[in-house]
């Protein structure tokens, strides 16, 4: 794109959605990063919290900040609806021409945003960060290279490596976006899905600024699920080549029996006389009973998919709002009012 042909960023309205869960211990120090670098954003912003159903002071704290700064707009949903859950209310509600994504935990540092604008206003639809070092530990490090990459090798669609939800959005990428009806939506996959002109931008992970992670292992392990899931038929392959291998094992087991028993002083003299047990029976059952309940398992992940498709349930609801109407709500009260 030439220099003539480049977007004006201070021409565009930026919404900034970020989804929050007990985060009442950052989020001051969120506010403050995030008004210090939009200052040198050159163009209007908005910020847009959405809180997750907390138990804490989230929701006091983000409706204070929309009293007080009508730049900040506070949604929050009824119960916990999910990480993801939650950055799509957002997503449904933002009004920017460009939308950034961040979580609250400022492991996504907010100062990185203008690099992702750059790449923005040079044509790119889609911007997103690609994560270059973490500070967790170890272990947790290594799991999410190994997950990523068999992600990667499971999906059908082309997920870049190492990255999540912080990213750029033109208006058209979330338009499409939150077009598409899914019970759980996985947004860094469908994001992948919708194409346009994409590029990533490396950036180092922060540690978390405060509080406690809320992410658990078996929430990531859902996560991780709800990636490979939504994206790829493969698993329910997997289910048929463990069919085809347990088959070719027991095929060979039964050629290797018949023979022994045919050829049974050969094998006698070399260490190997039949000797008929109760224990290889019950470990070949095991065995095959095994593959059975996983191919099962696999198969009624895809089929809960579906379940949960056809009830029709609505992604999210919203139970109040501070600086803002909602675009999208479902009214289940009527004695309740939205605060904008």
Wanted: charged share 20%; with cysteine; net charge neutral.
């Amino acid at each position: 794109m030439s220099t003539t042909d480049r977007r004006s960023i201070g021409d565009i309205l930026i919404s900034v959605v970020i989804p929050c869960y007990n985060e009442e211990d950052v989020l001051e120090e969120l506010y403050r990063r995030v008004e210090e670098a939009a200052a040198g954003w050159g163009a209007d912003f908005e910020v847009l919290t959405v809180d997750d159903g907390s138990t804490d002071a989230t929701w006091d704290i983000l409706s204070g900040f929309a009293s007080r700064n009508s730049r900040w707009k506070a949604l929050r949903l009824s119960r916990n609806f999910g990480h993801q859950t939650a950055l799509w209310a957002g997503l449904c509600n933002a009004e920017g021409g460009v939308v950034a994504v961040l979580d609250a935990d400022l492991q996504d540092p907010p100062e990185v945003v203008p690099k992702l604008l750059e790449k923005w206003s040079e044509g790119f639809d889609t911007v997103y960060a690609i994560r270059t070092k973490r500070k967790e530990g170890p272990l947790k490090k290594a799991a999410y290279l190994a997950y990523y990459r068999v992600l990667a090798c499971m999906s059908e669609v082309d997920i870049p490596l190492d990255t999540g939800d912080f990213c750029v959005m033109d208006r058209r990428v979330v338009d499409a976006l939150t077009s598409i009806s899914e019970p759980d939506p996985f947004i860094r996959g469908l994001r992948a899905w919708l194409g346009f002109k994409q590029i990533g931008v490396a950036y180092e992970r922060h540690q978390r600024a405060a509080g406690e992670v809320k992410y658990t292992f078996a929430k990531l392990i859902r996560l991780g699920m709800n990636g490979i899931i939504s994206f790829s038929t493969r698993p329910l392959r997997l289910a048929t080549y463990f069919g085809f291998f347990v088959s070719l094992l027991a095929f060979l087991g039964a050629v290797f029996t018949l023979v022994q028993r045919v050829f049974a002083s050969s094998f006698v003299a070399l260490g190997l006389a039949p000797a008929p047990g109760f224990a290889t029976i019950v470990i070949a059952i095991l065995f095959l009973g095994g593959v059975q309940l996983v191919c099962l398992g696999i198969l009624g992940e895809y089929v809960a998919r579906v379940y949960e498709s056809v009830k029709g349930r609505p992604q999210y609801v919203l139970s109040e709002t501070r600086g803002m109407q909602p675009t999208r709500v479902l009214d289940i009260d009527t004695n309740q009012k939205n605060v904008a």
